[in-house]
């Protein structure tokens, strides 16, 4: 089991809150890409914050939005898509989004939609 599946998300929400920021994004932008992904509402996102739960216990309750397989690219020297453990393509498809946001990427655009 990789180390990074005990990490709190308490812990990688606050890394991402401070590079978002830093970057002229909002907390509430960083909210809004997460829900997306995970399918959380506010409360859930809120939850999961205050009782420190891991980042296998966060994405087993996720609701995994059916456009994430949309989100592809390179983080961590790794493609996205190409990652073959579900719960660390789960992990990188959030760093991959918190990412977009960051370099300033526009929401409809993180926000993938299907093609119609």
Request: aromatic share 8%.
């Amino acid at each position: 089991m990789h180390r990074i599946y005990s990490l709190s998300f308490a812990k990688l929400y606050s890394l991402y809150v401070a590079k978002v920021e830093r970057k002229g994004r909002t907390t509430a932008e960083l909210d809004e890409v997460i829900e997306w992904l995970t399918g959380f509402d506010d409360a859930e996102l809120r939850h999961h914050r205050e009782s420190e739960t891991t980042l296998q216990d966060f994405f087993a309750d996720a609701r995994l939005n059916p456009s994430a397989s949309l989100i592809t690219g390179v983080i961590c020297g790794m493609r996205v898509e190409n990652i073959e453990d579900p719960l660390m393509q789960k992990i990188r498809y959030l760093d991959k989004v918190v990412d977009e946001l960051a370099r300033g990427k526009a929401m409809e655009k993180i926000l993938r939609q299907p093609v119609a």
